[in-house]
DNA sequence: TTTTCCATGTAACTCGTTACATGATTTC
DNA sequence: GAAATCATGTAACGAGTTACATGGAAAA
């Protein structure tokens, strides 16, 4: 349901054609986000039919057409709806990695250390690549911020797991 | 795949039925993951016919007769390399709540924080539900660890945005 | 002139879920 | 005697992905 939000709040600032909004959300909000071409395109599709947003042809010359779609008022009704539950809930997250950190004893402690170096080596590289993304202002900078300020705790917590793993070798 | 190193990494240690599995992971580790039933018999099923398990009848009685799983000489070598692939990676989190935030403005400064306060809440209970479960001790406890460490940090996130919000109105 | 970009879409697949079915056994 | 628990599974569905198809336009 949140890439409908987001797809509604986005459309709610100005119409947008399909492509475009994929685009802009693989490219600017990459770090937080994510829509494939197929996803987007299926959402539209649903969401035009539901009557939550318009669609209308534009053709410019002789490229491809254009779907561009705009808010309805049924879609300002559904965007607030979906915008106070989204805000007013949280959906628990599960780390991938954590079935890997059960099992971290049964290596040799050197292994377990080299591994664990590679990971933070990539949280360390989406980080950088977070914080070198110019900041927009208004509310819609708080995803990257918050995802800025989430790898840094998990920097934090990969040093306190390798630091006990030192402390065992 | 992550599923299939929690399961692989548990009949290690000793051989069990999927019952078993499925009631440990939901009930045990419920904080840091989950495992429906139909998924853990259906893994179970695609990891014993790929020969990484091997599997026992056994029947008490007049009891439902139970499939017993145990690890293979095969399914020792793939819980290495799941083991260390996913040591060595860092699989990157979406938090779905970035979507509502990244509208925060949207909303009159009152409804925000109305809606985020019960999202604090939602939290706060699930971080006082982790720091509720026993340590077991061993690399195992590591995963609800971090759980702990990441719920900290939300707490300590969600925070920041609501003195910027109270600092609007 | 071949590749890349724009713009849309379909088909098949993966992973996981919910809902349901079965049947014995222990508990209230 | 009814309800919950043990133990296994199937069927249908949902959300999202990858891979592919199309066809013109701009760029290399």
């Given at each position: 349901m949140e890439r409908k939000l987001l797809l509604l709040g986005l459309l709610r600032r100005q119409e947008m054609h399909g492509y475009q909004l994929y685009e802009f959300i693989e490219r600017d909000l990459a770090i937080c986000t994510d829509l494939k071409k197929p996803t987007a395109y299926y959402l539209l599709d649903k969401m035009a039919q539901d009557g939550w947003i318009g669609e209308e042809q534009v053709q410019e010359g002789n490229r491809p057409p254009r779907k561009v779609y705009h808010l309805t008022d049924t879609g300002e009704i559904v965007f607030q709806e979906l915008l106070r539950a989204n805000l007013s809930s949280y959906q628990p997250v599960r780390f991938s990695g954590d079935s890997g950190l059960a099992f971290?004893?049964?290596?040799?402690a050197a292994d377990a250390s080299a591994c664990l170096y590679q990971r933070r080596q990539a949280i360390s590289d989406e980080l950088l690549a977070a914080q070198s993304i110019p900041e927009h202002g208004g509310s819609a900078q708080l995803a990257l911020r918050h995802q800025v300020h989430h790898l840094e705790s998990e920097l934090v917590w990969i040093d306190e797991v390798l630091a006990r793993l030192e402390g065992k070798s």
């Amino acid at each position: 349901m949140e890439r409908k939000l987001l797809l509604l709040g986005l459309l709610r600032r100005q119409e947008m054609h399909g492509y475009q909004l994929y685009e802009f959300i693989e490219r600017d909000l990459a770090i937080c986000t994510d829509l494939k071409k197929p996803t987007a395109y299926y959402l539209l599709d649903k969401m035009a039919q539901d009557g939550w947003i318009g669609e209308e042809q534009v053709q410019e010359g002789n490229r491809p057409p254009r779907k561009v779609y705009h808010l309805t008022d049924t879609g300002e009704i559904v965007f607030q709806e979906l915008l106070r539950a989204n805000l007013s809930s949280y959906q628990p997250v599960r780390f991938s990695g954590d079935s890997g950190l059960a099992f971290l004893d049964e290596l040799p402690a050197a292994d377990a250390s080299a591994c664990l170096y590679q990971r933070r080596q990539a949280i360390s590289d989406e980080l950088l690549a977070a914080q070198s993304i110019p900041e927009h202002g208004g509310s819609a900078q708080l995803a990257l911020r918050h995802q800025v300020h989430h790898l840094e705790s998990e920097l934090v917590w990969i040093d306190e797991v390798l630091a006990r793993l030192e402390g065992k070798s």
